[in-house]
């Protein structure tokens, strides 16, 4: 997905035309006394727009004023009652079908936490080259923190360039001019810690297990 973070509006326009298209498809195949087999494509699209909605809500830009104020828009009811039953659905030990259509053996183990931590770290070096930080060195800067060798951080620059990352993804250009070198840097490093931590459980689980 793109960290190009829509307006609130422009996502959950998005998400109710997935969520439209989805309830056709299910309403299509009950109609008809078909077995109900979602192509993953449409849970798959579904869950991005739902997902792009809670992202340009938590997004500074909603927030103009910060996280202690009022949003310019407030969060979607629809997808508020939506995240209820889901999660009532998980306490009484259903999975939801959306979600289970989803869940499948070989689910790659980087999970979204882990790729915005790796974010973190394109987010950096993108910083460098932006001459928002002075790091002569800023790929080993990375390869160091997070532990991995410096042709993996090589592969997550060109992987993450497709999708538009900047150093201003998060918020960063929002700080004084004199901060956002060391909050950058900052994030990161965290970035780095918790993805070691994660490296470390990944590597001790059984091959085709799922992380929490």
Known sequence: MSYDIPTVEDALADFDLARAEYAKFVRTQRQRSCPLAVPRELSEKLFLHAATVMLAYQHPRNWPDGHTSKPLHPFPVVLSGICCVYILSLMAGKLPGPIEQLLRRGTPAIGPEESRDIGRAVVYIDAVR?????????????????????????????????????????????LPDSERGASIRRDMEEAGARYRVWARAASKRPRGTRSK
């Open 130 to 174: 932006q001459n928002v930080i002075q790091d002569r060195h800023a790929i080993k800067t990375v390869a160091d923190a997070f532990v991995v060798d410096r042709r993996t951080v090589q592969r997550w620059v060109k992987a993450q360039k497709t999708k538009g990352v900047t150093w201003r993804v998060f918020g960063a250009d929002r």
